[in-house]
T-cell receptor, first 111, second 115 residues
């Protein structure tokens, strides 16, 4: 089963613009993670934010977490064509490292 | 991070045949492996959790006899799709965690097409 929803489902922007993706989840969490998937490939871990953190940065990535609203957002600043991919949020589901993924956002960055 | 190798990357088979997908952890011992299934433009759906030396735990709605999982060693987990049908055509991905960080490391996925 999926943990929650992500929006938008698809996002198309120009290089240099910022991209914001949102994720909602249903249950209590220890942490929330974001992954990236290039078309037809495996997933790559981007960033993890713990339940007691509200914001985290990694390079051009900024993640926020609002546990009261059970939501998170991923911001990619100064996007590049190479950022074109699908982005998924994931939360642990009652088992060590057992992740449930959101629906994902397909990001297209145009040169 | 950990390196996970998944093979084959793609396979085409006829209905009724069985297909085995291998997932290897190359640089660490994986006591647990997670198997996911992904349909085009959709999210990953957790199918089962394989545990080294014991039976796999299947998610609700996943047929155990259809998707056989074996985790005989700390470096190898396999998923066998038995008596494959066209509706089994999908992208299958394995992933495992290392340590207490919670992040998973994934294989490159296997695209199965059943004719």
């Amino acid at each position: 089963s999926q943990q929650g929803e992500e929006d938008p489902q698809a996002l198309s922007i120009q290089e240099g613009e910022n991209a914001t993706m949102n994720c909602s989840y249903k249950t209590s969490i220890n942490n929330l993670q974001w992954y990236r998937q290039n078309s037809g490939r495996g997933l790559v871990h981007l960033i993890l934010i713990r339940s007691n953190e509200r914001e985290k940065h990694s390079g051009r990535l900024r993640v926020t977490l609002d546990t009261s609203k059970k939501s998170s957002s991923l911001l990619i600043t100064a996007s590049r064509a190479a950022d074109t991919a699908s982005y998924f949020c994931a939360t642990e589901a009652g088992g060590y490292n057992k992740l449930i993924f959101g629906a994902g956002t397909r990001l297209a960055v145009h040169p | 991070g950990a390196v996970v190798s998944q093979h084959p990357s793609w396979v085409i088979c006829k209905s009724g045949t069985s297909v085995k997908i291998e997932c290897r952890s190359l640089d660490f011992q994986a006591t647990t492996m997670f198997w996911y299934r992904q349909f085009p433009k959709q999210s990953l759906m957790l199918m089962a959790t394989s545990n080294e030396g014991s039976k796999a735990t299947y998610e609700q709605g996943v047929e155990k006899d259809k998707f056989l999982i074996n985790h005989a060693s700390l470096t190898l987990s396999t998923l066998t799709v038995t008596s494959a049908h066209p509706e089994d055509s999908s992208f299958y991905i394995c992933g495992t965690g290392q340590g207490a960080t919670g992040e998973l490391f994934f294989g490159e996925g296997s695209r199965l097409t059943v004719l």
